[in-house]
C-alpha cells in the first residue's frame, strides 16, 4: 500500500493540539503513534522540534519502546531526523519521499506477498556482494546487528527494528548505495512481522517464532563473514522464502473479520 505523504504547515507547536492525546487499544500501537505523528508533521515546519520522548510517552499513554519505534520508523521514511543529545526534528524536505508502505494487513496474504517478493528481488543479491565486498568494518556493523536482536529478544521485544537494522547493515555492505538506499526508502514495513505478531498467542511462543527467524540471521552473517557468496545467497533467499511460509500458517491461524 502506498500513501502520499503529507505536505508541510506551519503550527503553533507539536503536542497542543487533538493529534497527541492518549490513544485506546490499537491493532498495532506503534503504527497509530506513527500515523498521529506524522500528521502533527504535516502542521509543522521544516526543521521543526518535536516534543521530548517523554512529553510523547505521556501524550500518547505508550511505552518508551513504541515511542522509540515509531519515531524509528518516521526516521527510516525520511519524515524525521535525530540529532543526538538534541532529539527529532521535522525533516528538511519532506516532499523527497513521495510514498510510504504502510505494514501489511495481516488479513491480507497478497500484501504480505508482495513485500516478501519486493525483498527477495533486492535482499538476495545486496547479500551475495556483501559477501564479497563487504569490508572489516561493515561485517562487524552486521554482527553487532545480529547481536543487538539477541539482546531485543532476551528483553521480550519484537525485535522488528533490530531485524531491520540487521538487513540494513547488509544492504549497506554490499558495495553499491542503492541497496542501502531502496531499503532505508522502503522503511521498517519491510519485516510485516510485527503486523502478524498478535496471532502469536503468548510470550513463549513469540520467542521461539523470533528465535527461529534469528537462527537464520546467523546463517546469512556466517556466509558474509566467510566471504561465500553463493552460500550467502542460498541462506538469504531460503530465509525469506521460509518467511513466506511462516506467515502463510500465521495469517491462517488469524480470525478473519467480518
Known sequence: MTRHPRNVAPSSGAGNGPLLQPIGAARNLTDEVV????????????????PTERELMNAFGVSRTVIREAVSALKSEGL????QGSGAFVAADTSRVPFRIDSADPSSIEDIFNLMEL?????VESSALAARRASSRQIGMVERALARID????????????????????????????????LEFLGRHVIPRQSIRLTLTTPEEQRRYLMRIQSEHRRIAGAIR?????GA????RAHLSNSLVRYRKLIERTP???
Not at 35 to 50: D, F, H, M, N, V
Not at 119 to 123: F, G, K, P, Q, T
Not at 226 to 230: F, Y
Open 151 to 182: 539482546r531485543a529478544i532476551e528483553h521480550g521485544d519484537s525485535a522488528v527494528n533490530e531485524d531491520f537494522a540487521f538487513h540494513l547493515a547488509i544492504a549497506d555492505a554490499a558495495g553499491n548505495a542503492q541497496f542501502a538506499r531502496l
Open 80 to 83: 524525521v531526523v535525530t540529532r
Open 233 to 236: 545467497r542460498r541462506v538469504m
Open 226 to 230: 566467510t566471504r561465500n557468496p553463493a
Open 35 to 50: 500515523e498521529r505523528i506524522a500528521l502533527e508533521i504535516g502542521r509543522l515546519e521544516p526543521g521543526a522540534r518535536l
Open 119 to 123: 525483498r527477495l528481488a533486492i535482499e
Open 256 to 258: 478473519q473479520r467480518d
